[in-house]
């Protein structure tokens, strides 16, 4: 049962990154901004901006099941990491949180 569970985990996974990079990359040179005002330009009758929600939904979605997986693999990564110095998990955890930390507290500029 826990293979199945980890399969499917892994397959939905690889789709949400697959369709985060397809939409990042529509978004990067299909759909640039600027590109007639930001309006006008669509693909399947989604623009520019509808494009980024559901990219931004996918991202949440891959963090959220992302952390189902290491909470699921977390006893084999502590094992892992921990094989012969246990900080390095918690040196690798740290160094992980330090960018989205950075991004979401430093102050914004205007």
């Known amino acids: 049962m826990k293979n199945t569970i980890n399969r499917i985990l892994n397959y939905v996974l690889y789709l949400c990154m697959t369709s985060m990079l397809g939409t990042g990359l529509l978004l990067a040179f299909r759909l640039v901004p600027g590109s007639m005002g930001g309006r006008g330009l669509t693909l399947w009758g989604y623009d520019r901006h509808q494009w980024g929600d559901l990219h931004s939904w996918m991202s949440y979605g891959f963090v959220l099941l992302l952390l189902v997986h290491l909470g699921l693999h977390w006893k084999w990564l502590v094992k892992i990491a921990s094989q012969s110095h246990s900080w390095r998990l918690w040196a690798g955890l740290s160094l992980g949180l330090l ?12």
């Not at 960018?99 to 500029?109: A, D, F, N, T």
């Open 99 to 110: 960018p989205i930390l950075l991004l979401v507290l430093y102050p914004l500029g205007s």
